[in-house]
């Protein structure tokens, strides 16, 4: 099919198409400056150029028949090396800019010690996204999409008219969300309202935390999945549906501070082979309490999806498009 807006688009074969165009050509848009290597930004374009066309792959897969070289697995081998090379950037960024102005002369030495470090982990981490980005996988993988762009193959499910099918495609990963364990995290679940760690010590919040990131980091990864997914349809819901996807983010955003936190505060652990804060007491500090507001922040929401009415509006919002 022709490229067209997806407000236009009739059939869920329309919609795959269109998105898996948009977010390839977003990918290529920024392929040659991430192998110049000037600008984080093109890297981090890059990747989420990748993550979204992965997700709809993932989103449309009852509908395609794709290409073994273009399949959801082999991008997100590639997307996975661009994500290892953009974490980097984050935190040598986060160290430089965020963090190292605002700590007493010895522990800037210390962090410039770190970020010399770092700074060769990311050559050689970006050695790698370069031999990947030139290598035969990645060629076939563009290769196999553009192909398939001029000439798609579907399933019978492509059929479908989209409107009739849209809260079809999208309920399975939002119900994921919902389902997950992460919303329970720091509290109990009593009379359909959650019940969460509201006047707890820090030392009580930091602990849960350090014992249930994981579940939290595999919360935030679905609600990044949610939110990809939700965004491929805005234009075909209304405003509500569009705060809902605007939520996603929010929560996407305060977790990835929680996992950043714990993931900054592990490196340095493990370059000054020391725990941090003995070598950076200042940083350590810094880090707790940035956790600490992430937790608040994260404290309403977190009682918001835990209450019926909530879940209930979030599935309607489904069934509501023009």
């Known amino acids: 099919m022709k490229s067209t807006d997806i407000s236009n688009a009739q059939t869920v074969g ?25 600008d984080p930004e093109e890297l981090h374009q890059m990747r989420v150029g990748m993550r ?18 273009a399949t959801e697995e082999k991008i997100g081998k590639i997307a996975r090396q661009l994500g290892e090379l953009r974490d980097l950037d984050v935190l040598i960024e986060t160290l430089q800019n965020q963090y190292k102005p605002h700590l007493p002369e010895d522990e800037q030495e210390n962090i410039d010690t770190v970020l010399e470090i770092l700074g060769k982990q990311r050559r050689k981490v970006f050695a790698k996204v370069y031999k990947t980005l030139r290598g035969k996988a990645y060629q076939k993988f563009k290769d196999a999409l553009k192909n398939w762009l001029e000439k798609p193959i579907y399933s019978e499910v492509a059929e479908f008219p989209i409107l009739l099918v849209l809260p079809d495609l999208l ?9 997950h364990p992460g919303w329970l995290l720091g509290g109990n679940l009593g009379n359909f309202h959650a019940e969460p760690l509201n006047d707890a010590k820090p030392t ?18 679905q609600v990044k999945r949610v939110r990809y997914q939700m965004s491929l349809f805005t234009k075909l819901y209304g405003e509500n549906y569009e705060e809902y996807v605007e939520e996603m983010k ?12 714990f993931v900054l505060e592990e490196m340095l652990g493990e370059i000054l082979d020391n725990p941090l804060e003995n070598e950076l007491p200042n ?8 956790r600490q507001e992430a937790w608040e922040k994260w404290q309403p929401l977190q009682q918001r999806y835990l209450t019926e009415e909530t879940r209930k509006a979030f599935h309607l919002s489904l069934l509501n498009s023009p």
Do not use: M, W
């Not at 997700?55 to 290409?67: V, Y």
């Not at 849960?208 to 595999?218: N, Q, T």
């Not at 929010?250 to 936190?261: A, F, P």
């Not at 940083?283 to 940035?290: D, G, I, N, R």
């Open 14 to 38: 329309d919609c795959a198409y269109l998105a898996i165009e948009k977010h390839f050509q977003k990918t290529l848009n920024h392929e040659a400056d991430v192998l110049k290597d000037t």
């Open 52 to 69: 979204r066309l992965r997700s709809a792959i993932s989103g449309f897969s009852s509908a395609l028949k794709l290409p073994k070289a």
């Open 171 to 179: 309920a399975p990963q939002i119900s994921r969300l919902l389902l």
């Open 204 to 221: 009580t919040i930091e602990a849960e935390l350090a014992e249930k990131g994981p579940v939290l980091h595999s919360l935030r990864k």
């Open 250 to 261: 929010e929560v996407q955003e305060i977790l990835g501070t929680i996992q950043d936190s």
């Open 283 to 290: 940083l350590s500090k810094k880090l707790t309490e940035t």
